[in-house]
């Protein structure tokens, strides 16, 4: 426990500590020991994290454990451990659809193409990051499935007075939301798909963008992607993001994990508005572009959140190579963190994504670019490649001057 708790802070000292007290051990105290200097190092991006997850043999590890001891093998390009890892998880974790897709990459990098096949066509065709990379393995195009036909009259009626729905949009407009969301979701249970699409229709003619969006999402069969993936306020974003040279379809999609287009939303943390802009950064960059008059009760103003986001996006790009997969880490969890968890090398996106080491930070990047290759799929009506967005990071520099002037 001890070794443990050195660890957290210090594996390399925990591994120092761990060789001289592993002779008073047994087997599986020291493979325990070793699995948790094994574990903090991979959090750290440490190079020693494979050699010491090796000291625990065949042992059975917790589940974040055998998660970490894949990202480290895959940052090392330790195919055979990417491979022995994922077989030796439990069923359940195994089956999660990104150890899925990192063991049919393993199988790919051993020449085992029949099989890789096989587990990405498991997950091909599912709506998020591993399913669009496997789409692309097996050489698919990412594209919105076919719309479904518009709600009829009747059913846009029946979501109309269903009496929960009418509850909720009740609360909405009594700026109740949390009551209005809680009664939204309680009236949907046992919903079919066509009443789903009629609900979300509904919530868009209101203007509640997230309650379109999470309900679209919940479709099975018939699915209508221009409501999963909706771009209000186009007026300002489009020519925010024109006037910064962004990708509008990341910009979209970065906004519609921050915020889901709730204007008021605000995060535990203080981030405020579609763009969850944090008060010392809103004003950095305020200050930054000579915004004049500015003073955070402005930060929930359409036009002036979109403003310091999209040019705080811009900052944070020409800071980190123009990667958009740094940039997105870099703005939720900050320029100094995403550059630090660059490796020593060049690295592929995918696997930068996967290693982030906050839990939130790894789910959001993943999130924020599969949504911009669906954006860019409606926008335009053409596929796009998330692989080729994901690219690859650049190695770790020893350049802290621009880090200093970021927030």
Same mark, same amino acid.
């Given at each position: 426990?001890?070794?443990?708790?050195?660890?957290?802070? @210090? /594996?390399?000292?925990?591994?120092?500590?761990?060789?001289?007290?592993?002779?008073?051990?047994?087997?599986?105290?020291?493979?325990?020991?070793?699995?948790?200097?094994?574990?903090?190092?991979?959090? !750290?991006?440490?190079?020693?994290?494979? @050699?010491?997850?090796?000291?625990? +043999?065949?042992?059975?590890?917790?589940?974040?454990?055998?998660?970490?001891?894949?990202?480290?093998?895959?940052?090392?390009?330790?195919?055979?451990?990417?491979?022995?890892?994922?077989?030796?998880?439990?069923?359940?974790?195994?089956?999660?659809?990104?150890?899925?897709?990192?063991?049919?990459?393993?199988?790919?990098?051993?020449?085992?193409?029949?099989?890789?096949?096989?587990?990405?066509?498991?997950?091909?065709? *599912? #709506?998020?990051?591993?399913?669009?990379?496997?789409?692309?393995?097996?050489?698919?195009?990412?594209?919105? /499935? /076919?719309?479904? !036909? $518009?709600?009829?009259?009747?059913?846009?009626?029946?979501?109309?007075?269903?009496?929960?729905?009418?509850?909720?949009?009740?609360?909405?407009?009594?700026?109740?939301?949390?009551?209005?969301?809680?009664?939204?979701?309680? %009236?949907?249970?046992?919903?079919?798909?066509?009443?789903?699409?009629?609900?979300?229709?509904?919530?868009?003619?209101? *203007?509640?963008?997230?309650?379109?969006?999470?309900?679209?999402?919940?479709?099975?069969?018939?699915?209508?992607?221009?409501?999963?993936?909706?771009?209000?306020?186009?007026?300002?974003?489009?020519?925010?993001?024109?006037?910064?040279?962004?990708?509008?379809?990341?910009?979209?999609?970065?906004?519609? *994990?921050?915020?889901?287009?709730?204007?008021?939303?605000?995060?535990?943390?203080?981030? $405020?508005?579609?763009?969850?802009?944090?008060?010392?950064?809103? !004003?950095?960059?305020?200050?930054?572009?000579?915004?004049?008059?500015?003073?955070? +009760?402005?930060?929930?103003?359409?036009?002036?959140?979109?403003?310091?986001?999209? $040019?705080?996006?811009?900052?944070?790009?020409?800071?980190?190579?123009?990667?958009?997969?740094?940039?997105?880490?870099?703005?939720?969890?900050?320029?100094?963190?995403?550059?630090?968890?660059? #490796?020593?090398?060049?690295?592929?996106?995918?696997?930068?994504?996967?290693?982030?080491?906050?839990?939130?930070?790894?789910?959001?990047? !993943?999130?924020?670019?599969?949504?911009?290759?669906?954006?860019?799929?409606?926008?335009?009506?053409?596929?796009?490649?998330?692989?080729?967005?994901?690219?690859?990071?650049?190695?770790?520099? %020893? @350049?802290?001057?621009?880090?200093?002037?970021?927030?």
């Amino acid at each position: 426990i001890a070794v443990q708790r050195i660890a957290v802070n @210090d /594996p390399r000292a925990a591994a120092g500590e761990l060789e001289k007290l592993q002779s008073r051990m047994n087997n599986p105290e020291k493979q325990w020991a070793w699995s948790q200097i094994g574990l903090q190092a991979a959090k !750290k991006h440490l190079p020693e994290a494979v @050699d010491w997850y090796a000291n625990t +043999g065949d042992a059975q590890l917790s589940d974040e454990a055998y998660q970490w001891k894949v990202r480290a093998a895959l940052r090392a390009q330790e195919w055979g451990m990417v491979h022995q890892t994922i077989q030796g998880m439990p069923a359940t974790l195994a089956a999660l659809p990104e150890w899925i897709y990192w063991l049919g990459r393993a199988h790919k990098a051993g020449g085992r193409t029949t099989e890789a096949n096989a587990l990405f066509e498991k997950i091909a065709g *599912q #709506a998020n990051f591993y399913g669009n990379l496997a789409d692309e393995e097996l050489g698919r195009s990412i594209l919105t /499935p /076919p719309k479904a !036909k $518009s709600p009829s009259a009747e059913e846009q009626k029946s979501a109309r007075d269903n009496p929960g729905i009418r509850r909720a949009l009740a609360f909405f407009r009594l700026d109740m939301r949390t009551e209005g969301v809680k009664e939204w979701n309680w %009236s949907l249970r046992g919903m079919n798909d066509r009443e789903l699409l009629a609900a979300a229709n509904l919530a868009k003619s209101n *203007q509640i963008w997230d309650r379109a969006i999470n309900t679209a999402d919940k479709t099975k069969s018939e699915h209508d992607y221009s409501l999963r993936f909706l771009s209000p306020y186009s007026d300002h974003v489009r020519p925010a993001a024109q006037n910064q040279s962004l990708d509008d379809a990341w910009v979209y999609g970065l906004m519609r *994990q921050e915020s889901r287009f709730i204007t008021s939303a605000k995060s535990t943390v203080g981030a $405020s508005g579609l763009m969850q802009l944090m008060p010392a950064t809103a !004003k950095w960059v305020a200050k930054k572009i000579g915004l004049r008059d500015y003073n955070h +009760g402005r930060v929930n103003e359409t036009e002036v959140n979109v403003l310091l986001g999209t $040019s705080y996006m811009r900052l944070v790009m020409e800071n980190l190579d123009n990667h958009p997969v740094l940039a997105s880490a870099a703005y939720n969890a900050g320029p100094g963190r995403a550059k630090k968890w660059r #490796a020593d090398r060049p690295l592929e996106g995918a696997i930068y994504a996967e290693t982030i080491p906050f839990s939130e930070t790894r789910d959001y990047v !993943k999130k924020v670019m599969s949504n911009a290759v669906y954006y860019t799929a409606i926008f335009t009506g053409k596929a796009d490649s998330l692989k080729a967005r994901l690219g690859i990071v650049g190695a770790r520099t %020893s @350049d802290t001057q621009k880090d200093a002037d970021l927030p």
